[in-house]
């Protein structure tokens, strides 16, 4: 039923009203018709009840009303995997092993360009290895092209407690990031001898 702002008032009239439904039905007249009494008895009785219903819709309505929770989905956790196992592995061991596939470079939606970039910088590979930095810890791998490091360097970044990732590339064509993630930049940036994520601490 919709709430109305009459429904007060219906109930004060209902309260003032009961001494006039009582005169209605009660049959003091002498020699009063007994039909005629009925018919005002049965109209008493159901305006006294529509006006009683009214009120007493008025009053269930003016409350406050109780709200109802949705139900919430909880989405299961995501298994993060150890990799602390995988220190001392080239990147292309560890993105080779069946658990970690997921961070080959085929599964993490980079172009045939940036993979190309990527793979030419990583021809020669260095161990990877633990560090921690800016409240992270990561599993980082990095390695150079076949002439050295400053013709190009790739470098790989596992966030240990999350599973996020940051691949750059430096090369030629400049420094950039494929897979930015600021929590894992800031990382390599705190553990680099020079202050920067493309000069990443090596075994």
């Known amino acids: 039923m919709i709430p109305s702002k009459r429904a007060p008032q219906a109930a004060k009239a209902t309260a003032r009203e009961l001494p006039a439904l009582w005169t209605i039905i009660t049959p003091d007249a002498p020699g009063g018709d007994m ?24 009053q269930a309505t003016l409350g406050p009303q109780q709200a109802v ?8 956790a ?11 592995q080239t990147y292309a061991a560890f993105a080779g092993e069946p658990a970690m596939q997921r961070y080959a470079l085929n599964e993490l939606g980079l172009t045939d360009v940036e993979r190309a970039r990527f793979s ?3 021809s020669t590979a260095a161990p990877g290895l633990i560090a921690a930095g800016g409240g992270a810890e990561a599993l980082i791998f990095s390695g150079c092209a076949p002439s050295g490091c400053l013709e190009g360097l790739s470098v790989v970044a596992v966030d240990v407690g999350t599973g996020d990732v940051f691949i750059g ?19 390599l940036r705190l553990t680099s001898p020079s202050r920067t994520w493309d000069d990443p601490v090596r075994p």
């Open 69 to 76: 929770s949705a139900p919430v989905e909880r989405a299961d």
């Open 78 to 88: 995501t298994s993060i995997p150890d990799f602390r196992p995988h220190e001392g």
């Open 120 to 122: 030419h910088s990583m």
């Open 35 to 58: 039909l005629s009494v009925m018919i005002q008895l049965r109209s008493g009785i159901v305006l006294m009840a529509a006006l009683l219903g009214a009120a007493a819709c008025g």
């Open 169 to 187: 590339v430096s090369d030629q064509h400049g420094a950039e990031e494929l897979i930015p993630n600021d929590r894992l930049e800031a990382l």
